[in-house]
């Protein structure tokens, strides 16, 4: 979500609200009390339905070509996740988010692969749509690119480094290829040792393949996130949370510390030139 700010210095605290709200807990106005009745000519109104409770196994689950869907977690107990200091299961009650790293699928290397051997292709009509084809996938495939230079004729060389220049460019830095997972205690970067993640929806039982898979946010403990906002920072450029709200969803954002100008105290509550 991204947010702009002219304050400068301040440390936001954003929260994404779920399942803080009981569903036996009532809504109640206290400028209109439940036992008023309604004017005359106007219709009462419909009671407030109460804000639903998430369990631990409640996820929403978002796929790499945006498609969204909510469910609950399947018939798994536990994720398995492997790293560089040994293999870790993590059981689906600590598990807060999920989220696949950003590498090519096993499909997608394929056609990678097949890509940049039309590189060096006796038709110029297919160099340039297989240049154009690895142009596509951006920086997820910059470590296949980068292996085949070690093998590569002039003619593939020189098309294979004006992609990865292009990917570079556009995509800032190499995506992160590691799979992050969120615990209650822990963020943890490894490789998720699972295909499919199975997830139970009102339309039965569904087996996402992981390659598909893009994140998944467990709905009962919301995403907290805290921000400092520096001053040339908040003024020229948008500032994003990393946190993923869609529509209906409450945002919660609370701010701390305060900016100096010459003397001049600025700060959430107030600024004390003004003597507030």
């Known amino acids: 979500m991204p947010l702009r700010s002219i304050a400068s210095l301040l440390v936001l605290h954003v929260c994404l609200a779920a399942g803080i709200a009981r569903a036996e807990d009532p809504v109640v106005r206290e400028d209109s009390p439940a036992e008023d009745a309604p004017a005359p000519g106007h219709k009462a109104l419909a009671p407030v339905a109460p804000a ?3 369990g631990p196994r409640d996820v929403e689950v978002r796929l790499r070509d945006g498609s969204r869907l909510r469910g609950e977690i399947g018939p798994l107990d536990a994720f398995t996740v ?3 200091y040994g293999e870790l299961k993590i059981p689906v009650s600590e598990m807060r988010r999920l989220a696949r790293g ?3 699928s096993s499909v997608e290397m394929k056609d990678v692969a097949r890509a940049i051997k039309e ?3 006796d038709e110029y009509d297919i160099r340039q749509n297989a240049q154009k084809k690895l142009e596509g996938f951006g920086a997820r495939a910059v470590d ?5 230079l070690a093998t590569a004729s002039a003619e593939r060389r020189t098309r294979l480094q004006a992609v990865l220049k292009r990917a570079l460019e556009r995509g800032g830095r190499k995506p992160v290829a590691a799979d992050a997972v969120r615990t209650a205690k822990m963020e943890i970067r490894g490789c998720l040792q699972l295909a499919k993640i199975p997830v139970k929806t009102r339309f039965g039982l569904l087996d996402i393949d ?3 898979l893009d994140c998944i946010r467990w709905l009962a403990y919301g995403e907290r996130q805290e921000i400092q906002l520096e001053a040339w920072k908040s003024i020229s450029e948008w500032i994003d949370t990393g946190i993923d709200a869609v529509e209906g ?3 919660a954002i609370s701010a701390s510390g305060q900016i100096n ?3 001049n105290i600025m700060a959430p509550a107030g600024s004390n030139a003004w003597g507030n």
């Not at 296949?144 to 085949?148: C, G, I, Q, V």
């Open 52 to 54: 639903k409770t998430y």
């Open 82 to 84: 492997k790293t560089d």
């Open 102 to 104: 950003n590498r090519p």
């Open 119 to 121: 590189l060096d292709s």
């Open 144 to 148: 296949a690119l980068t292996d085949a």
């Open 210 to 212: 992981f390659e598909d």
């Open 249 to 251: 969803e409450e945002l």
């Open 261 to 263: 100008c010459s003397g």
